[in-house]
Each structure stands twice: as structure tokens, then as C-alpha cells.
Nanobody
């Protein structure tokens, strides 16, 4: 069984930065693929980024060059570094690993 917990969200001004964390526990391996998704109010959940088992990264066009996914030095942690944030990035951000979703962390971009 796997548990996933996201953290690091908050309120930030346009152009600002945040770093989200995703900590997994349970039966996990260092080469799991990890994905970030987001869901804005009134919209469907959308995929944001993935880091593969070989640490290759993939991004949605809307975030390419501004959001960056990475792994921590341990096998449990992944990050989503968010830069040059825009109001349209406002959403609940979710991490998923081995088919398990976290509860999400709210990111609000507003002046």
C-alpha cells in the first residue's frame, strides 16, 4: 500500500515562485514514475508533468519552461518547482505515484 502527501502550496503574486513537495510512503521503488496534475475551479483535472523511472521529464505545453519536476535524494520525495507563476496556474495540485493520489495542495496566484 502506498500513501502520497503533497505540501508547499499557498498564495503567491503573479511572477512569483513556489516549490511543491510530494512525499510517498509504503511499497515504493526509486524508479517509480511520478506525475503532477492540477485541477482549477470548474475545470477537469489536467496533467502537468512527469518524471520517468530514468528521470526523464515531460511537461504539458502550458507549463513548459516555467514548472520543473525533480526527485529528491531519497526514493520517497519528488518536487514541482514553479516559477513565473500566472493567475491561470491557480489550482489544486496533485501528485500521483503507483496509482495512488494525494489529497492535493492549493496554489493561488493573485495580486
Amino acid at each position: 500500500q502506498v500513501q502520497v502527501v503533497e505540501s508547499g502550496g499557498g498564495l503567491v503574486q503573479p511572477g512569483g515562485s513556489l516549490k511543491l513537495s510530494c512525499v510517498a510512503s509504503g511499497i515504493i521503488v526509486a524508479t517509480d514514475a511520478i506525475d503532477w496534475y492540477r485541477q482549477a475551479p470548474g475545470k477537469a483535472r489536467e496533467w502537468v508533468a512527469q518524471i520517468s523511472g530514468t528521470s526523464t521529464t515531460f511537461y504539458a505545453e502550458a507549463v513548459k519552461g516555467r514548472l520543473f519536476i525533480s526527485r529528491g535524494n531519497d526514493k520517497n520525495t519528488a518536487y514541482l518547482k514553479m516559477t513565473n507563476l500566472r493567475p491561470e496556474d491557480t489550482a489544486v495540485y496533485y501528485c500521483t505515484r503507483r496509482g495512488t493520489w494525494g489529497q492535493g495542495t492549493q496554489v493561488t496566484v493573485s495580486s
